[in-house]
């Protein structure tokens, strides 16, 4: 595994307040991870000391290969931060944001500001001074500053609010287009679960500082979703559809006319029960139900609080 992001029993406190305690977890490079958490879950401390901004009481943290620690430069040249704030110069340009960024990173590509703002529909606005830009502008111009010196690492805090619906599938876009075709590794931090469902490879999912759960959206969910419910639009009768439960593994959760929802224990069970009622009646839709990311982030939340 090329680990291009490693965090190793990472703590930080601010006076009495814990914000981090005892975090660990490895990002691939190339990936994109969604790093999840309610609020005052520690995301931004995290964050920030994955930016160089903060040094952690204990642990260890490297990005890109240098230490967060004792390699600060090194560690900020090679990320991207893309925060709610989005460090930008109200008084200049959109262009002249990207310039000045852009000289303040050693790019020599005389081009790449004008680019970047046209990949993030800026272009007529380029002349504008950034106090003018509405809030989506904002932070498109914000991603565009991040992107500005082409880093391996890009950190995204809530990159898409305030957006309008074609400014957030161009944020996604544009993240899913650098992870797939230049390699590009991102952690992705919202709140809005379903939007990042849409591009996320993994999850990193903390609350009050620590680690509940991480691993992919399948990973989670066979770990803590312990029934799989199935939606079937049918001519089904009640009465054959309790048979069907009761001849099989599969419980009745739920009969309204014309759509009835099993569960069963395993997904590798869920093929015999399609056949069970398709030979008694005619189908016409089947989908499996509750295995988004949001379903699988409140059952790690109920988990781990039954612990606790």
Not at 141 to 157: F, Q, Y
Not at 236 to 246: G, R, V, Y
Not at 248 to 257: I, K, N, T
Request: net charge negative.
């Amino acid at each position: 595994m090329d680990t291009i992001i490693h965090v190793d029993g990472v703590s930080k406190r601010f006076g009495k307040v814990r914000a981090v305690h005892d975090l660990y977890f490895d990002v691939r490079r190339g990936d994109v991870v969604g790093f999840i958490g309610p609020n005052g879950a520690g995301k931004t401390t995290t964050i920030r000391m994955l930016s160089a901004v903060l040094r952690p009481d204990s642990g260890v943290i490297s990005v890109n290969g240098f230490d967060a620690a004792t390699q600060g430069d090194e560690v900020r040249a090679s990320i991207g931060v893309m925060t709610e704030g989005a460090g930008l110069y109200p008084n200049l340009s959109g262009l002249d944001n990207l310039k000045f960024f852009a000289e303040l990173h050693g790019v020599d590509d005389p081009e790449r500001p004008a680019s970047l703002l046209k990949a993030m529909g800026l272009s007529d606005a380029a002349r504008r001074r950034a106090g003018t830009y509405s809030t989506g502008m904002k932070k498109r111009l914000g991603l565009a500053k991040a992107l500005i010196h082409r880093p391996p690492v890009l950190l995204l805090d809530e990159p898409t609010s305030g957006l309008d619906p074609e400014g957030i599938t161009m944020v996604l876009d544009e993240v899913r287009r650098l992870a797939r075709e230049e390699g590009v590794t991102v952690m992705l931090c919202s709140h809005i679960l379903h939007q990042l469902e849409a591009v996320c490879d993994r999850y990193v999912i903390v609350e009050a500082g620590r680690l509940l759960a991480q691993g992919s959206l399948e990973e989670l969910v066979n770990e803590y979703i312990t029934e799989r419910v199935l939606e079937l639009v049918t001519d089904l009768t009640e009465e054959k559809a309790s048979q069907i439960a009761d001849r099989s593994s599969a419980r009745l959760v739920s009969f309204v006319s014309g759509r009835v929802c099993f569960a069963v224990g395993r997904a590798d069970e869920v093929p015999p029960l399609i056949a069970a009622v398709s030979a008694t009646a005619r189908i016409w839709s089947a989908v499996r139900v509750g295995e988004d990311l949001q379903s699988a982030y409140f059952r790690v939340m109920e988990a781990k609080a039954s612990e606790a």
